[in-house]
């Protein structure tokens, strides 16, 4: 089982004088939400983590732009999947199933004048499924 200190709104959580863990389904959950917003090779480290979702901004918004980001969507998922598997090799007592992202169910995208709502339905090996939303405003 993995953990990783539990986040709302981009902040550290505590509980009472600790910070807060966050693992199992909820893990997962602000895994994906966590690498659909961050900004594309932003860690040196990890050249492969996150997203260009953010390059959107600014650009007149339209179907192409709905595919594209659906399509970028589908990547970054991808790469945590595969990620998952490499570190799953090294060390299978590392995850639960939980933790583990199965598939992306279906991604949605809405337009609102200037803004694209994506809808991520996504399952975990455990057979969990969940949500994550990802908002984009020109």
Do not use: C
Request: hydrophobic content about 40%.
């Amino acid at each position: 089982m993995s953990y990783s200190f539990q986040l709302k709104n981009g902040d550290l959580q505590t509980n009472g004088s600790v910070l807060a863990l966050v693992h199992g389904k909820d893990k997962l959950l602000q895994d994906v939400d966590l690498w659909l917003k961050e900004i594309y090779r932003v860690d040196r480290f990890h050249p492969t983590y996150g997203s260009v979702i953010e390059s959107f901004i600014g650009n007149i918004i339209s179907v192409r732009s709905r595919h594209e980001i659906e399509a970028e969507i589908h990547r970054v998922l991808t790469n945590l999947q595969n990620l998952q598997l490499r570190r799953l090799k090294s060390n299978p007592m590392k995850y639960t199933p939980d933790e583990l992202l199965h598939s992306v169910l279906s991604v949605t995208t809405h337009v609102n004048f200037d803004m694209i709502v994506a809808t991520v339905i996504f399952q975990s090996v455990a057979g969990a499924v969940q949500s994550a939303r990802v908002q984009v405003s020109a």
